[in-house]
Each structure stands twice: as structure tokens, then as C-alpha cells.
């Protein structure tokens, strides 16, 4: 069993930064897929980056050039260094992890950027 833990995230003002990471317990393996995805208030779950195994990257076309995620350790598998962070970017943040079949997620952490 995985559990993801979120951490980082807070309140700053508009084109501040903000770093998240997502830490693993439990049995830990090489995860196939990481990422982050985020949720506003009344929307859908949706993507923001995600890390493959061999290193290939996916944002949302709204984060890019102002988000980069990054792996890390196994204890430590996946960060998000967010910078510019714009008001439209407050949202919950979950973790994810894919391996194989399984679909792992953390219980997100609140990110909010007041303009």
C-alpha cells in the first residue's frame, strides 16, 4: 500500500512561488507515471504536469513556462516548483502516482494566490 502526502502549498500574492512536494510512505516503488493535478472550487479535477519514468514531461497549457515538476527520491518521488502564480491558479493540488493498474492520490494541499 502507497499513501502520498502533499506539502507546501499556502497563501501568496499574485506572481509569488510556491513549491510542492509529495512525499510517499508505505511500499515504494518506481512509480510508471507522476503528477500533479489540481481542483477549483464548483470545477473537475484537472491536469497539471505529469513525469514518466523515462523523464517525459506534460503540463497544462496553462502552466507552462511558469510551472516545472521534478523527480525526486522514492521517499520524496515528485515536486512542483510553481512560479508567476496567478490568481485563476488557486486550487487544490493532489499528487498522483500510476503504477501499472494502480492509481494512487494524495489528499491535496490548498493553494491560493490572491491578486
Known amino acids: 500500500q502507497v499513501q502520498l502526502v502533499e506539502s507546501g502549498g499556502g497563501l501568496v500574492q499574485a506572481g509569488g512561488s510556491l513549491r510542492l512536494s509529495c512525499l510517499a510512505s508505505?511500499?515504494?516503488?518506481?512509480?510508471?507515471?507522476m503528477g500533479w493535478y489540481s481542483q477549483a472550487p464548483g470545477k473537475q479535477r484537472e491536469l497539471v504536469a505529469t513525469?514518466?519514468?523515462?523523464?517525459?514531461?506534460n503540463y497544462a497549457d496553462s502552466v507552462k513556462g511558469r510551472f516545472t515538476i521534478s523527480r525526486g527520491n522514492a521517499r520524496n518521488p515528485v515536486n512542483l516548483q510553481m512560479n508567476s502564480l496567478k490568481p485563476e491558479d488557486t486550487a487544490v493540488y493532489y499528487c498522483?502516482?500510476?503504477?501499472?493498474?494502480?492509481?494512487?492520490w494524495g489528499r491535496g494541499t490548498q493553494v491560493t494566490v490572491s491578486s
Open positions: 508505505g511500499t515504494i516503488f518506481s512509480f510508471d507515471v
Open positions: 498522483n502516482a500510476l503504477l501499472g493498474r494502480n492509481n494512487y
Open positions: 513525469i514518466t519514468r523515462g523523464g517525459s514531461l
